[in-house]
Nanobody, 119 residues
Framework: QVQVVESGGGLVQPGGSLRLSCAAS????????MAWYRQASGKERELVAS??????TTYSDAVKGRFTISQDSDKNVSLQMNNLKPEDTAVYFC??????????????WGQGTQVTVSS
């Protein structure tokens, strides 16, 4: 059973930094792409950043220049968040698009981790 699990959320002051990690577990062939989404209270879930084939990255305009996504290993993706703002407060979800076998790709969501930016 493939799973993706986030870690690293918490409370930070405006201007501070946090690093989120997402680990894919279980038996699978390879990661096709992984992404971070976030959902603030009362708002829709939105894409924050994604990485495909380990090197192709995309960012939302809201976080460009402040957040960095990277695939650190065959199973782990991280999101380095710098210069955090109160509007970054949300539950952050990891999303994995994974080759379960060579011919089969499936998508998975993590359970989410809370990031709160407040003084």
């Amino acid at each position: 059973q493939v799973q993706v699990v986030e870690s690293g959320g918490g409370l930070v002051q405006p201007g501070g930094s946090l690093r989120l990690s997402c680990a894919a577990s279980g038996s699978f062939y390879a990661i096709y792409s992984m992404a971070w989404y976030r959902q603030a209270s009362g708002k829709e879930r939105e894409l924050v950043a994604s990485v495909a084939h380990r090197i192709t990255t995309t960012y939302s305009d809201a976080v460009k220049g402040r957040f960095t996504i990277s695939q650190d290993s065959d199973k782990n993706v991280s999101l380095q968040m710098n210069n955090l703002k109160p509007e970054d407060t949300a539950v952050y979800f990891c999303y994995g698009d994974i080759w379960v076998t060579i011919g089969t790709r499936r998508t998975y969501w993590g359970q989410g981790t809370q990031v709160t930016v407040s003084s």
